[in-house]
């Protein structure tokens, strides 16, 4: 064998060796993407589900709270704003500015419901009624829902993450625009908590 063929050999067992990294490595950080797309899927149907109670919980307060009406109706704007920005996101999780947008729109939501829970225990009958305690156990019941969805979204985000800018993949990360996912985190610590619904 001459030294040229030998050559040709060595160059091509690295080309296929490189071809072969190369498929192995997009696969996985496509693999990752979808994994954080279906965990932010979970965290949407949760949203949803919440953003469709919201409504029911401003009805039955609204026969008792009739002095609150700029209070109830913060709660149905900052849920609509909510409900827009999750769809947003859920079109495309990896965009980290809809996911920001619907983390900015969450905030605004906890805030207005805590509101309308504050404002609400000025009305005893409204928290002895059957339906509006249904309703705030329902919600407590989804919001609980949220944070194992966003715990698990998080998780596989990270994982994202971590591959796409470890070395040598963040080459092809980079290569084939791999985007950095965003965390579905409340920055600020007083907002960490979720709101507190109650009527006992």
């Known amino acids: 064998m001459s030294a040229a063929i030998i050559v040709l ?4 067992a690295v080309a296929v ?5 190369a498929i192995g490595g997009y696969n996985a950080l496509v693999s990752l993407r979808n994994r954080f797309k279906n965990a932010f899927a979970q965290i949407d149907v949760q949203l949803k589900r919440r953003y469709d109670l919201i409504p029911n919980l401003v009805e039955v307060a609204k026969g ?10 913060a709660v149905i704007k900052a849920r609509n704003i909510a409900y827009t920005a999750s ?26 419901m805590s509101r309308l829970m504050v404002v609400s225990e000025q009305y005893p009958d409204l928290k ?11 919600i407590t019941s989804t919001e609980n829902k949220i944070s194992f969805a966003r715990q698990a ?3 596989s985000v990270m ?12 080459l ?29």
């Open 87 to 112: 769809q947003n996101a859920a079109a495309n999780p990896a965009d980290a500015g809809a996911v920001k947008n619907l983390l900015a729109a969450e905030t605004g939501l906890a805030g207005a």
């Open 153 to 155: 979204y998080n998780d």
């Open 17 to 21: 060796v490189f071809a072969m990294w």
């Open 64 to 73: 008792y709270m009739k002095h609150e009406r700029g209070t109830l109706e």
């Open 159 to 170: 994982t994202y993450n971590t591959k796409r800018e470890t070395f040598p993949t963040n």
């Open 128 to 138: 002895a009624n059957q339906n509006m305690m249904q309703l705030t156990e329902e």
């Open 9 to 12: 050999l060595i160059i091509l």
């Open 172 to 200: 092809l990360a980079g290569m084939f625009n791999f985007s950095e996912a965003q965390l579905f985190q409340i920055e600020d610590a007083a907002e960490r908590t979720a709101p507190k619904v109650s009527f006992a």
